[in-house]
C-alpha cells in the first residue's frame, strides 16, 4: 500500500515538474511565434514510418495534429518520470540536455530563430527543475504550467488572427463570381464550390507558418538565364481565375479529402517564360519556408501541357493561411501529394530528380495522377427511404473532365444518371438520377468516366502508392 503511494506522488511531481517546464517554455516561445510542442511534434512526423502515417491519417483524420501534440506532452511527463528519481546534479543535467534535445529538434527546419528558441528551452529546463527541487508545491506548480500553457496557446492563437486579418486587409475587392450549374436542389449534395471552411486541410505542419506578405518574394532560382523574383503584387496583376478540384491521395473512397475551388493564380507557364530556363533543366523544385519540397518535370509545364500555377487565391479571397497563403503550386489533374508546396518561398530550376519529402518512404517519385470517381452524397449509407430513391453526388475526372456518371443496384446493370453542367474540365460535376426500388435493404453504387474513355476502376485499391479506388457504395432501406 505505502509503495502504491509513492509511485502515485512520484507521479504526480513529474505531471507537475512537466506542466511548468511545458508551460514556461511554450510561453516564451508563444512571445515570439513559437511553439516547442509543435517543433517537436513535427519531428515525430518527419521520422515516423509510412504505414504509421497512413494509419494516423485513416483514423484520426483532421484531429491527427491535437493527438500529436497530446502524445508529445505525455511523452515529457514520461521522460520526466524517468528522471525523477535522479539525485539532484545527475537530474538537473539530464533535464537541461532534454531542453537542449529540444531547441536542437526546433531548429531543425526552417523558419529559424536561435534566440528564441534557446531562450524557450532553458525556460523549460528551469521550471521542470524547480517544481522537482521542491515537490511540496506539486499543485501549485501543475497549475501554474496549465496555466502558462493555456495562455501560451491564447497568444497564438492571436497571432494567428491577427495575421489573417492582414491577409484579409482588402487585396482582393472583387466579389466571386457567381456559379450555376443548374443541378436538381438536393438537401446533402456538396455545394459546387466548397466553401474554404469546408475545404480539407492536409499538411505535416502542426502549425502554419506566419509570412508578412509585405516583405515576401518568389525567388526562380537554379539553371535559368534570367533569375527573377516576384511580388504578391506582380502576381496579382497576372493572375488568372480557374475552377478546379483538388483531390488528398489519402481520400478514401467516397471521402471527403477533396474539395472544389475557384481559384486564382498565375501560369507557371508565365513565371518560367520570365526566366528562361536553360535547356538542361529538367526538374522544377518547389520549396516551402519550412525546407519542405515537391518536384515536377519542367518541360510539361514549360509547353503548357500540363497547366500549373502558382496559386494565390481561393472563392474569390487571398488564399488562406492553412491553404497557403501567400502562394502555392497546383497543377491541376496531380495528387495534392505532388503538385507543389504551400507557404511557397522559392522555384529552383535543376538538372536531375530530386529526393523530396515523401520520395524517402517509398511513395513513387513521379507524380501521381487522380483517376475518375463518383462519389454518393445522397443518400447517406443505411439511410431508410420510400421506394422512389434519389441518388445525387459528385465525380471528378481532371484535367480531361467527366463524361458520364453512372449508378447500379446490387449486381444490376449499370444506369446513366443526369449530369449537371461543367463548370471546367478540371473542376467536379454535379449529377443525379432517381431509382424506383422495391422493398428491402439496397447496395447502390456509382462509376464514373472521363472525356478519355478512361473508366472508374472498380477494384478496390488503398490510397498507397498511386490512390485509392474502387465504386463508392451505399446501402439504402427501401420501407414496405
Not at 64 to 86: F, N, Q
Not at 212 to 231: I, K, N
Not at 260 to 272: E, S
Request: aromatic share 6%; hydrophobic share 40%; with cysteine.
Amino acid at each position: 500500500m505505502g509503495g502504491n503511494v509513492r509511485r502515485a506522488k512520484h507521479f504526480g511531481r513529474a505531471i507537475a515538474a512537466s506542466l511548468l517546464g511545458l508551460g514556461a517554455g511554450e510561453l516564451v516561445a508563444a512571445s515570439r511565434g513559437q511553439s516547442l510542442i509543435d517543433s517537436v511534434g513535427r519531428a515525430v512526423v518527419d521520422w515516423s514510418p509510412r504505414q504509421v502515417v497512413d494509419l494516423t491519417v485513416e483514423l484520426l483524420g483532421s484531429r491527427d495534429k491535437p493527438a500529436i501534440r497530446l502524445s508529445v506532452a505525455a511523452s515529457a511527463v514520461g521522460a520526466t518520470t524517468a528522471l525523477a528519481g535522479l539525485p539532484a546534479p545527475a537530474r538537473s543535467a539530464a533535464v537541461s540536455a532534454l531542453a537542449a534535445a529540444t531547441a536542437g529538434l526546433a531548429l531543425r527546419r526552417p523558419p529559424r530563430s536561435v534566440p528564441g528558441t534557446v531562450a524557450a528551452a532553458a525556460t523549460a529546463a528551469v521550471g521542470t527543475n524547480l517544481a522537482l527541487a521542491n515537490p511540496r508545491g506539486a499543485t501549485a506548480w501543475a497549475l501554474l504550467g496549465a496555466g502558462a500553457l493555456t495562455t501560451a496557446r491564447a497568444l497564438l492563437a492571436r497571432r494567428r488572427r491577427q495575421h489573417e486579418g492582414t491577409i484579409h486587409s482588402g487585396r482582393f475587392d472583387d466579389e466571386p463570381a457567381t456559379t450555376d450549374d443548374g443541378a436538381m436542389k438536393v438537401p446533402g449534395l456538396a455545394s459546387l464550390i466548397t466553401p474554404i471552411g469546408d475545404f480539407y486541410v492536409t499538411d505535416v505542419n502542426l502549425s502554419t507558418p506566419l509570412i508578412d506578405p509585405a516583405r515576401w518574394r518568389l525567388p526562380v532560382t537554379g539553371l535559368v538565364s534570367t533569375p527573377c523574383e516576384w511580388s504578391l503584387a506582380e502576381l496579382a496583376a497576372q493572375a488568372v481565375e480557374f475552377d478546379a478540384v483538388m483531390v488528398c491521395i489519402h481520400n478514401p473512397v467516397g471521402g471527403k479529402r477533396v474539395g472544389n475551388g475557384r481559384w486564382l493564380g498565375v501560369p507557371l507557364r508565365t513565371v518560367l517564360e520570365r526566366a528562361d530556363p536553360s535547356a538542361r533543366a529538367t526538374t522544377l523544385v518547389t520549396r516551402a519556408v519550412d525546407g519542405f519540397t515537391i518536384s515536377l518535370p519542367v518541360e510539361p509545364l514549360r509547353s503548357g501541357e500540363w497547366r500549373g500555377y502558382v496559386v494565390i487565391g481561393l472563392n474569390g479571397q487571398p488564399l488562406p493561411a492553412q491553404h497557403g497563403f501567400p502562394a502555392r503550386v497546383f497543377v491541376p489533374g496531380i495528387y495534392g501529394q505532388y503538385t507543389g508546396v504551400k507557404w511557397l518561398t522559392e522555384l529552383s530550376l535543376t538538372t536531375a530528380p530530386h529526393a523530396d519529402y515523401w520520395s524517402p518512404r517509398g511513395w513513387p517519385h513521379e507524380p501521381a495522377w487522380v483517376q475518375p470517381q463518383a462519389r454518393i452524397d445522397v443518400p447517406a449509407t443505411n439511410a431508410v427511404s420510400g421506394r422512389e430513391v434519389t441518388v445525387a453526388g459528385v465525380a471528378w475526372a481532371p484535367p480531361q473532365g467527366v463524361a458520364g456518371v453512372e449508378v447500379r443496384v446490387g449486381d444490376g446493370p449499370w444506369q446513366q444518371t443526369e449530369l449537371a453542367r461543367e463548370l471546367a474540365p478540371t473542376s467536379w460535376r454535379r449529377w443525379h438520377t432517381t431509382l424506383e426500388l422495391p422493398p428491402g435493404t439496397h447496395a447502390v453504387q456509382a462509376s464514373a468516366v472521363s472525356r478519355s474513355g478512361e473508366t472508374q476502376e472498380g477494384r478496390q485499391r488503398p490510397p498507397f502508392p498511386v490512390g485509392a479506388s474502387g465504386w463508392h457504395t451505399v446501402t439504402v432501406t427501401v420501407q414496405p
